[in-house]
């Protein structure tokens, strides 16, 4: 009886780790069987207030239900009552393992000699009772021996084994000892005598209480059974090593099962893209809901209104592993390394699908990078680099814009991660200030997806405490629904931990104050960057299989490798895709319709043209007004250049020739000093004022031209902007030609050289030349001479002006100055120092005391307008007298020098005028209008560009208009092909 019970208890002790992973259908209905079984009989023990709640045996009892604890309440105070009150238990138990003689006996004397409690007495089970008790525990060993020959013992039975069988023999060994030595001391005062309740009371279960009445040969058979748990430990161990070896042998079967099944599906898809060569290949699921994303990155960078499709957020501490993780998801080191400094720089968004190639191309390219060919591999990784490098602008060390790029290759999971910046927990002096913080902040962006999957990696050689990601994922998703926690380094972990349980805590949950949906432990690498990914993945297996968390159980097979983490994530992303993504396509509906709305009710006669239409149609407009260039007529630029060569050149005419020339008062002197200062002018500044002028000229009339375009009915200046900003930017890039200052330098020179004038017409027009630019002159010196004087006395009356102090001495100054000119009409055009000194003291008789340099100042102004006075009559005079200059008599009667001067200056701005209108419309106009061409082939591709120039709140909302319209066909797309493939 002894040996039954003890095979019962060590049996329902070991069969605890069974229930909790079969290996199969027939050890599960066997446990299942035995579980019910034993659950029966513990029902049966406690009715008859024999077991305890807390007894071991109950305990053994695996997946107990709580529920069932209710139900056995009542038989669980029964026992107790009985047991408190009369501590019956321990005469049935003897009786039934003593083989029920002495129990007999000593309970009929007691029963005898009890008080009068026939109410009691009634409650106890007679002798033929505890017989049949006593056979039913015989026949349960004999049937529980049989079921356990024929139970498969489960290969997991390692997990518990190693652990429980210890701790039992321990147990055992302790309780064995105390029997015996308890057994031989109640044997040397008889052995028909019964253990007290004293001897007993110490014991915690029947079990255990039945070992106390163990006699000599009990110990024996327990030392038996002892062999026999040592027997099946080595039984269990050996097990086990098969096991191991059962396991690896399958799982090479399955790694050729999938390169089989990969190269099929490479033939089938192969097969399937020559079978369509000449129609429209049909995109995969995974590449349309990519395009989805890459539409929402354009249309709202922010992510903060409607991006709210699901995507794998990959996020962790700097260099926790997560690019690692997600090449051995990608099959391919396709990311640049350094050693301890960020190298992610700017969000990264991997498209993953299946193809017959292993191929990896950016959104943005054509080019398909081979990932089967390292040359290729390198070359991806330094674009990579150089792409992160060029989205970080104005110093900054980490960028927003995002990086797209697609792989496809057999056998991969479809799906689209995001590779984020790694949080760092203190900024170098080589980062921009604010760095940390622009991390965290991009991090919770697209955290703050509420579809967003969380691919939380943590770093398993690093302390837990040390961890910066776990704390911020469990603000953004406090409940874990959309979080999966990956242990990367785990090789290096289980090297550095002295207590391997901390891993078993962290994936289970129970060490970081996070919740997730799934944790997993990985091995991405061997601290080498130029291992391969298949050599990566097989180190990860081997480590796997020899590692004590596997065998030992710390850590279960489904949450190891990035194989099995890839199977999850991708499950989890397309149940996400497809509980999501109909919703995103409604709200995408209502947005479109409110835009619209808005559209009708602002520009209801107008077409919604975005950003782009709107730059074609300017373009298309700015063109035909460079056409319109040929159509204007050679008088027409003709006279234009004059006006603006004139406009360059009088202030020098005046300054420079005429009046130095003309104030000598001496023909001879004025004809020789305008030769020589024409000759130098014209050596030298002439020409290039010349070029400027024609360069400012076919500035100025392309521009009358878009002018005249704006009076026209269909004009539309929303392209103002953009057509101004097109034409400065031409202009300034717009270059005459080198040659052409050459060939008006000769030009002009012999133009200047001739003095005579051939005709009375020629004579006539210089003379209105003449009138005309003195007039132009003098308006303008007396502008400066009133200026400096201050209103006279009638405008004092009439604009309610008063003169300043200063203003008042000029015009005191300017009153004796031209006292001094009409007494002598023909003074030289400097005082002399007399003169200087007579008009101070008349001043300072008049009260008003300057010096000498004050009065020079105002007489440059006063006889300047007396000398233009003067030329103006003079050329009032002159009308009348080319015959006196045709028969040289003009110096005798009036001086005309100055006519000739002027119709020598006349000439040369015809003739450099009809040059340059010849070199414009031949050659000119052409080269301005492919500038033009090109500047606005540069602006096309600038984005940029076209928002600065094309703005408005009628570009913004057909812009929004045009996109919501696109993503919302592109989403209603996908989900037509999602409901296909379902």
């Known amino acids: ?238 097990m086990q090593e098969e096991l191991m070896k059962v396991q690896l042998k399958y799982q090479k079967e399955l790694e050729k099962l999938e390169r089989d099944n990969k190269e099929l599906r490479k033939q089938l898809l192969l097969k399937g893209h020559s079978g369509s060569t000449n129609r429209k290949i049909k995109k995969s699921l995974i590449d349309m809901y990519s395009e989805v994303l890459d539409e929402l990155c354009d249309y709202d960078v922010g992510y903060s209104t409607h991006d709210h499709l699901p995507r794998v957020v990959v996020v962790g501490d700097q260099s926790s592993g997560k690019t690692s993780v997600l090449e051995m998801i990608a099959q391919a080191r396709i990311f640049p390394r350094g050693a301890g400094e960020m190298m992610t720089r700017a969000p990264v968004k991997v498209t993953l699908s299946e193809g017959p190639y292993h191929i990896a191309q950016f959104k943005d390219s054509s080019r398909e990078f081979d990932l089967s060919k390292e040359s290729d591999l390198s070359d991806l990784r330094k674009e990579v680099e150089l792409r992160m490098l060029n989205s970080v602008k104005h110093g900054k060390t980490v960028s927003s814009e995002v990086i797209s790029m697609t792989v496809k290759g057999p056998g991969l999971q479809r799906m689209v991660l995001v590779d984020l910046p790694g949080i760092i927990s203190t900024q170098t002096t080589e980062m921009e200030s604010g760095t940390r913080e622009a991390i965290r902040q991009m991090t919770q962006t697209y955290m703050s997806n509420p579809n967003a999957i969380i691919l939380c990696i943590q770093d398993g050689a690093v302390d837990a405490e040390r961890s910066n990601v776990t704390d911020l994922v469990a603000q953004m998703d406090p409940q874990g629904k959309r979080t999966i926690f990956v242990l990367t380094k785990v090789d290096l972990a289980e090297e550095n931990l002295t207590k391997p349980d901390r891993i078993r805590k962290i994936l289970s949950g129970k060490l970081f104050p996070m919740r997730a949906l799934g944790y997993f432990a990985v091995v991405t690498g061997r601290g080498n960057k130029d291992d391969s990914i298949a050599t990566i993945k097989q180190y990860e297996e081997n480590f796997f299989s020899t590692s004590k968390l596997f065998k030992e159980g710390l850590v279960p097979s489904t949450q190891v490798t990035t194989k099995n983490l890839s199977l999850a994530v991708s499950e989890c992303f397309w149940k996400m895709v497809r509980e999501t993504v109909e919703q995103q396509a409604d709200a995408f509906k209502a947005t479109r319709f409110n835009l619209e709305t808005e559209w009708k009710n602002n520009f209801p006669r107008l077409r919604e043209l975005d950003r782009n239409e709107l730059f074609e149609k300017a373009r298309g407009e700015i063109l035909d007004e460079v056409v319109n260039l040929s159509l204007v007529s050679p008088k027409e630029w003709e006279e234009a250049l004059m006006k603006k060569l004139w406009e360059k050149v009088a202030t020098h005419v005046f300054e420079n020739l005429y009046l130095p020339a003309a104030q000598s008062n001496s023909s001879g002197t004025f004809n020789t000093t305008i030769d020589i200062r024409l000759k130098q002018w014209a050596d030298q500044q002439l020409p290039r004022k010349s070029v400027e002028c024609a360069w400012e000229t076919l500035k100025e009339e392309f521009n009358r031209l878009v002018e005249k375009a704006k009076l026209s009915k269909d004009h539309d200046n929303i392209f103002d902007q953009l057509k101004a900003a097109v034409v400065d930017e031409s202009m300034r890039k717009h270059q005459w030609e080198d040659k052409a200052a050459e060939v008006l330098r000769v030009i002009q020179l012999n133009t200047l050289e001739d003095r005579s004038v051939h005709d009375k017409q020629q004579w006539d027009s210089a003379v209105q030349f003449v009138e005309r630019s003195v007039k132009e002159k003098l308006q303008v010196t007396e502008e400066n001479l009133n200026n400096l004087v201050g209103p006279s006395r009638t405008q004092q009356w009439l604009q309610w002006t008063n003169a300043t102090s200063e203003q008042k001495e000029h015009a005191a100054v300017k009153n004796e100055l031209e006292r001094l000119l009409f007494s002598e009409r023909n003074h030289p055009p400097t005082l002399s120092y007399e003169e200087l000194t007579a008009a101070r003291r008349n001043m300072q008789t008049n009260g008003v005391d300057v010096d000498n340099e004050f009065i020079r100042q105002t007489w440059h102004h006063v006889y300047r307008r007396h000398f233009l006075r003067k030329s103006l009559s003079r050329a009032y005079e002159c009308r009348k007298g080319f015959w006196m200059y045709h028969q040289g008599l003009e110096n005798e009667v009036v001086d005309c020098n100055d006519v000739v001067l002027f119709w020598r200056i006349q000439q040369m701005l015809k003739v450099t005028a009809n040059a340059l209108r010849q070199q414009i419309m031949n050659r000119e106009a052409r080269r301005f209008e492919k500038e033009i061409k090109e500047v606005l082939e540069v602006y096309s591709q600038d984005r940029e560009k076209k928002e600065q120039l094309l703005t408005g709140r009628r570009v913004q909302l057909a812009e929004e208009l045009k996109r919501v319209r696109q993503i919302q066909e592109k989403l209603e797309e996908f989900i037509k092909s999602l409901n296909a493939e379902k």
């Open 1 to 238: 009886m002894i040996s039954t019970v003890n095979k019962f208890k060590k049996a329902g002790m070991s069969l605890r780790p069974m229930v909790s992973s079969s290996t199969g259908p027939s050890s599960t209905s066997q446990i299942l069987k035995y579980r019910n079984y034993q659950t029966m009989t513990g029902q049966y023990y406690r009715h008859r207030g024999i077991l305890s709640r807390h007894s071991p045996l109950n305990r053994s009892i695996p997946f107990q239900n709580p529920a069932i604890y209710q139900t056995r309440n009542v038989g669980f105070m029964v026992g107790r009552i009985i047991r408190g009150v009369l501590k019956i238990r321990y005469l049935l138990i003897g009786g039934a393992v003593g083989g029920g003689i002495s129990l007999q006996r000593s309970y009929e004397e007691w029963r005898d000699s009890l008080p009068d409690s026939k109410w009691i007495k009634d409650l106890f089970p007679s002798t033929e009772k505890v017989d049949s008790f006593r056979g039913s525990l015989m026949d349960l060993s004999s049937k529980f021996r049989d079921s356990l020959e024929g139970l498969d013992i489960d290969p997991r039975l390692k997990v518990f084994g190693d652990r429980k069988i210890s701790e039992l023999r321990a147990w055992f060994d302790n309780r064995l000892e105390d029997a015996i030595k308890a057994a031989e001391d109640e044997g040397k005062e008889g052995n028909d005598k019964v253990i007290t309740q004293d001897s007993v009371s110490d014991v915690a279960s029947p079990v255990v209480l039945a070992e106390s009445f163990v006699t000599p040969t009990g110990a024996e058979k327990h030392a038996e059974e002892r062999k026999k748990a040592e027997s099946m430990q080595q039984k269990i161990d050996k």
